[in-house]
C-alpha cells in the first residue's frame, strides 16, 4: 500500500531534505523512523526537496509498505522515534497512482524578514534579517512583474537540475506586519535557489538601489549574473502543495498557518 504523509520540520536542524551519506537530513531521519514502524526500510518520496536551512510546515511525501498498521501508527508511532525539530502531522492511505512530487500542480513559499537594526535571537534560524530601512511598497510593485508564465533563467541557481526554467507564477506578493516582511509565492513549481535569488533581488529594491521596474528587466535578460546574491535560506518555509481535487489530501493547497511573530 502507498502512505502519505504530511510533514513539518525547521530546516536549521537539517542539512536539506534529500538524503546524504552522513544522515543528518530530513529523508534519512524520517525513513529510519518510518522504517522501524513499517520492520523493512522504506523510501520516502517528497514534493519539494528543501535546501539546508530552508523549513516546512506543510511537506508532503509518500511511501510503499506491506505492513498493515493504523494511521495513527505513521503519525504517533513515527513521531515517538524521530529525533529533533521534525513532526509528521498526518498520514493518509492513497491509491499507488499517487506521487507526492509528480501529482503536485503547485508549491507555495513564503519568505519571512526580519527588517530592524538589531539581527534576532529568539528567531534567528527561523527568519531572515536585512538592518537597513526597506520599502514594501516598492517591492510590492516589482512583484507585479513575476506574475505570469516566464523563464526565470535569472533566479536559478548554477547547479538547478530542472528540465526547463519556465515555471508559471500564480502569485508574488510582499507585504508588511510589523517589523517583518512577508514575501509569498505560488507557482506550478519552482527552479533551484529560485525564490532566494527573488527574495535578493526584492530587497535591492526595497533599499532604493534599483528601481521596481529593475525586477522586470532582469527576469526579461534570463541573466543570472544581473540578479542579486542568493539571500539566506533561514526565511524560507515550504508551506503548501497543491494536489488535483480527486487527491483530497489533509490540507492539501493552504498555507498554513506560522505561528504568530512577536512584532517589534
Same mark, same amino acid.
Given at each position: 500500500m502507498r502512505i502519505a504523509l504530511g510533514i513539518e520540520y525547521a530546516g536549521d536542524g537539517f542539512e536539506g531534505w534529500q538524503s546524504q551519506a552522513h544522515g543528518r537530513t530530513v529523508q534519512d531521519r524520517l525513513e529510519r523512523a518510518v522504517a522501524d514502524i513499517a520492520g523493512h526500510a522504506v523510501r520516502l518520496h517528497c514534493a519539494g526537496r528543501t535546501d539546508a536551512g530552508v523549513h516546512a510546515t506543510a511537506q508532503v511525501a509518500h511511501f510503499d509498505t506491506l505492513a498493515v498498521r493504523p494511521l495513527s501508527a505513521w503519525v504517533r508511532g513515527v513521531n515517538n522515534r524521530l529525533e529533533g525539530p521534525v513532526t509528521v502531522r498526518w498520514a493518509v492511505e492513497t491509491a499507488e497512482?499517487? %506521487?507526492? *512530487?509528480?501529482?503536485?500542480? /503547485?508549491?507555495? #513559499?513564503?519568505?519571512?524578514? #526580519?527588517?530592524?537594526?538589531? *539581527?534576532?535571537?529568539?528567531? $534567528?534560524?527561523?527568519?531572515?534579517?536585512?538592518?537597513?530601512? @526597506?520599502?514594501?511598497? /516598492?517591492? /510590492?510593485?516589482?512583484?507585479?512583474a513575476l506574475v505570469g508564465r516566464h523563464d526565470f533563467s535569472a533566479f536559478r541557481a548554477a547547479g538547478c537540475q530542472a528540465k526547463s526554467p519556465v515555471k508559471h507564477m500564480h502569485e508574488a506578493r510582499v507585504c508588511r506586519d510589523g517589523a517583518y516582511l512577508i514575501f509569498?509565492?505560488?507557482?506550478? /513549481?519552482?527552479? %533551484?535557489?529560485?525564490?532566494?535569488? @527573488?527574495?535578493?533581488?526584492?530587497?535591492?529594491?526595497?533599499?532604493? *538601489?534599483?528601481? $521596481?521596474?529593475?525586477?522586470?528587466?532582469?527576469? $526579461? &535578460?534570463?541573466?543570472? &549574473?544581473?540578479?542579486? $546574491?542568493?539571500? &539566506? !535560506? %533561514?526565511?524560507?518555509?515550504?508551506?503548501?502543495?497543491? #494536489? !488535483?481535487? %480527486?487527491? !483530497?489530501? !489533509?490540507?492539501?493547497?493552504?498555507?498554513?498557518?506560522?505561528? *504568530?511573530?512577536?512584532?517589534?
Open positions: 497512482s499517487f %506521487h507526492a *512530487r509528480f501529482a503536485a500542480q /503547485a508549491r507555495r #513559499y513564503r519568505y519571512i524578514l #526580519y527588517n530592524s537594526a538589531t *539581527r534576532p535571537a529568539l528567531l $534567528a534560524g527561523r527568519v531572515g534579517w536585512f538592518h537597513g530601512a @526597506l520599502d514594501e511598497a /516598492a517591492m /510590492a510593485e516589482a512583484t507585479v509569498d509565492f505560488h507557482a506550478n /513549481a519552482f527552479l %533551484h535557489h529560485m525564490v532566494r535569488n @527573488l527574495v535578493g533581488v526584492l530587497v535591492e529594491v526595497g533599499k532604493g *538601489r534599483v528601481g $521596481a521596474d529593475h525586477v522586470a528587466q532582469v527576469l $526579461a &535578460s534570463c541573466d543570472r &549574473s544581473r540578479a542579486a $546574491a542568493t539571500f &539566506s !535560506p %533561514h526565511g524560507l518555509y515550504l508551506c503548501g502543495v497543491d #494536489y !488535483p481535487s %480527486h487527491w !483530497p489530501l !489533509p490540507g492539501d493547497g493552504r498555507i498554513i498557518a506560522l505561528p *504568530r511573530l512577536p512584532l517589534v
